[in-house]
């Protein structure tokens, strides 16, 4: 099974900033994508930034310009700085992870369980 630990959520003021963490660990031979959805209160989850591990990023038209997505290839890892935050950025963050666990097999989606960040004064 593939494992995704996420980490960083929290309470922020409007303007201010929060860094997310992602790591995948377990059965994983490759990894093609990792990114960032989001989902607020009575709302669809949405794609907020997600990255390749060969390096092809895309973002929300909502973040662009505010949030940036990286990636650590050797840690399995992905980060999501997100600055300029606005209320409407309140939401339950998901980690995505876009894996195969061997190398005859299909890629899969893995899902972590969800950090909540809340942008309030």
């Known amino acids: 099974q593939v494992q995704l630990v996420e980490s960083g959520g929290g309470l922020v003021q409007p303007g201010g900033s929060l860094r997310l963490s992602c790591a995948a660990s377990?059965?994983?031979?490759?990894?093609?994508?990792m990114g960032w959805y989001r989902q607020a209160p009575g709302k669809q989850r949405e794609l907020v930034a997600a990255?390749?591990?060969?390096?092809?990023?895309n973002y929300a038209d909502s973040v662009k310009g505010r949030f940036t997505i990286s990636r650590d290839n050797a840690k399995n890892t992905v980060y999501l700085q997100m600055n300029n935050l606005k209320p409407e950025d309140t939401a339950v963050y998901y980690c995505?992870?876009?894996?195969?666990?061997?190398?005859?097999?299909?890629?899969?989606?893995?899902w972590g369980q969800g950090t909540q960040v809340t942008v309030s004064s």
């Open positions: 990255s390749t591990w060969g390096g092809t990023t």
């Open positions: 995505n992870c876009n894996a195969r666990k061997f190398v005859n097999s299909a890629y899969g989606a893995y």
């Open positions: 377990g059965s994983i031979f490759s990894i093609y994508s």
